[in-house]
């Protein structure tokens, strides 16, 4: 199952006397993220609130927002200050009786005065209103989640999708790499033919050079970048080549020249030189063992990617921004672009 980091769900109960409404609201983050809004005086709730969310949610930056509002007040009662209010009144008639004013006192305008009247709040039950807000806490849960999982299920239609192009793509591509080594083949050939005065040249040699050229442009420059690469040709950073780039480069330039040469296949595996202990091998034969190719060689290259982005300093003219798989990766037909 497959689900966004994005999501958002919500659920609101009248509980005990009190209205609980809580939201969860989630984005994209690498871990898992907590965060959360709630009234003064329910700060012990925050620790149960990430609890109960992180036994469900692995990743994502994660919001909660908690609204309380008392509806019955059962906790809550009146207390009137007796004293206070003698008091108030024995000053209010001698200041009448200095000032010859009349008596017009009232209950309502004795109940207006400071203090008379206090409002009394008893302890709010905590074990109660944390079972209350973690209950509303798991209906908004439950939608939150299904909102995730319906997200997921159009990203992975929407990937699953992009794959089928890519495998179209991929299939072009296999069938065009032998066309492009032909390609730089018969330059390669016109061009020593030229400089030879005629002569012919060696044609495995060609076909050797021509797949280098390919590979080298095809795989190894959009990694580098145009103006690295042109300094790792001129014997720059021959350690960083030697170690890094030769293996990947030899591995394309045998996936490349594969369709040229006369495979045979037998419990020895596949091999080049005729044998009658080997029968040709088939295409399937060959398709797997050029994808093995490309499988190693893709992941060698990967080695070197990473070395250049731990290690960018040693080489100034590098830009990640050129580097294409910082741009787009395929990993286990997954899609990733950055």
Request: with cysteine; proline share 3%; net charge negative.
């Amino acid at each position: 199952m497959i689900r966004s980091m994005t999501g958002y769900g919500r659920d609101q109960q009248l509980l005990h006397g009190r209205s609980i409404t809580v939201e969860i609201r989630s984005v994209n983050h690498r871990y898992f993220e907590f965060s959360c809004r709630a009234p003064r005086g329910c700060a012990f709730l925050e620790d149960r609130l990430k609890r109960s969310l992180q036994s469900a949610i692995s990743r994502g930056k994660v919001e909660v927002s908690l609204t309380l509002q008392t509806i019955e007040s059962r906790h809550t009662s009146v207390a009137v200050d007796h004293a206070l209010a003698g008091q108030y009144l024995t000053a209010l008639r001698a200041l009448g009786e200095e000032y010859s004013l009349p008596d017009d006192l009232t209950l309502s305008s004795v109940a207006r005065l400071p203090d008379v009247f206090t409002l009394c709040r008893d302890e709010e039950d905590e074990e109660e209103l944390a079972a209350d807000v973690l209950q509303v806490l798991q209906n908004a849960l439950d939608r939150f989640l299904a909102m995730r999982e319906a997200e997921g299920e159009r990203l992975r239609a929407d990937v699953l999708s992009r794959v089928v192009t890519m495998e179209e793509h991929l299939s072009f591509v296999e069938e065009r790499s032998p066309q492009t080594v032909m390609e730089y083949r018969a330059r390669l050939t016109a061009k020593l033919t030229e400089l030879l005065n005629g002569a012919v040249p060696d044609e495995a040699r060609i076909l050797t050079e021509a797949a280098i050229v390919a590979a080298q442009e095809t795989y190894l420059r959009p990694v580098t970048g145009d103006a690295l690469f042109e300094r790792l040709l001129a014997g720059d950073h021959a350690d960083f080549t030697d170690e890094y780039l030769a293996a990947p480069l030899a591995l394309y330039v045998r996936y490349l020249i594969a369709p040229q040469l006369d495979l045979r296949h037998g419990q020895g595996g596949t091999v080049q030189p005729r044998s009658d202990g080997f029968a040709a091998a088939s295409d399937a034969t060959l398709r797997r063992s050029r994808r093995a190719l490309l499988k190693t060689a893709r992941r060698l290259l990967r080695r070197a990617s990473d070395y250049l982005e731990s290690h960018a300093a040693q080489f100034p003219l590098y830009d990640p921004q050129a580097n294409v798989l910082n741009r787009c990766s395929i990993d286990g037909k997954l899609v990733q672009t950055r």
